[in-house]
Nanobody, 121 residues
Framework: QVQLVESGGGLVQAGGSLRLSCAAS????????MGWFRQAPGKEREFVAA?????TYITSVKGRFTISRDDVKNTVYLQMNSLKPEDTAVYYC?????????????????WGQGTQVTVSL
């Protein structure tokens, strides 16, 4: 069982930065692929980034967002720079054990409660 708690969301102006954190419980954190997803109102949940032995990003955030993990602190981070209004969404942290397709939400076993990110003009 893994419990995930996100933090770090908020309101920021376009061009600004935020760093999201996701603290995980459990002793096997390092074995999980950790992902960030987001969901805007009226839209489906969308893959943003994931980290296991490599990092994977959706095209629209490449060069602006960086995912990282600290397996000692059982925490995964999402550094978001050059934020745009279209990045506005609830951001979710998720954990998957050996996912076949990293960007697919159904591959993930555990989810956090989400944290709101709002980017204003």
């Amino acid at each position: 069982q893994v419990q995930l708690v996100e933090s770090g969301g908020g309101l920021v102006q376009a061009g600004g930065s935020l760093r999201l954190s996701c603290a995980a419980s459990g002793r096997t954190f390092s074995s999980y692929t950790m992902g960030w997803f987001r969901q805007a109102p009226g839209k489906e949940r969308e893959f943003v980034a994931a980290v296991n032995w490599k990092t994977t990003y959706i095209t629209s955030v490449k060069g602006r967002f960086t995912i990282s993990r600290d397996d000692v602190k059982n925490t995964v981070y999402l550094q978001m720079n050059s934020l745009k209004p279209e990045d506005t969404a609830v951001y979710y942290c998720a954990a998957a054990m050996n996912p076949y397709e990293v960007p697919r939400p159904s591959e993930y076993d555990y989810w956090g409660q989400g944290t709101q990110v709002t980017v204003s003009l």
